[in-house]
């Protein structure tokens, strides 16, 4: 199975038109009288530039190889782009809702300074409007 991870990661990444950034792709094979799939989806956020777009792909396809080995159902988000991958592609059809492990990735901020001031400037007015003291957020 990991031959075929392997080989639609780097299909989806391959074949994701730098214009759009978007595009599903596939590998299988026979394996003793059962036909083994992997099916995988890259997709870019539509205001991203064609080379951050291509960029962001390849540095998903690296990384969920590497934080995520030998699995049949993954998923990497990160601010520019998305790639995924299961062994019966489902989740083409349906909403995906579901998380495990969240990563975030603040490489493409140009001012994490005022980016993180911003950020507690706002997670303090929500406290403010939910009635939570610092003790019960984030619970």
Known sequence: MTKLIDEVITKVVKNAP???GFNVSNAEKEEEETVLEVVALAQCRADVPSQECTACLQ?????????????????????????????SGDFLSFQDTDFRVVH????????????NKALNELTDQMKVALKLDSKEFGK
């Open 18 to 20: 730098p214009q759009t």
């Open 104 to 115: 975030y990735n603040v490489e493409y901020v140009s001012d994490p300074i005022t980016f």
């Open 59 to 87: 540095k998903a396809a690296k990384e969920i190889k590497k934080i995520c080995p030998n699995r049949v159902d993954d998923r990497i988000w990160y601010e520019y782009c998305h790639l995924r991958y299961d062994n």
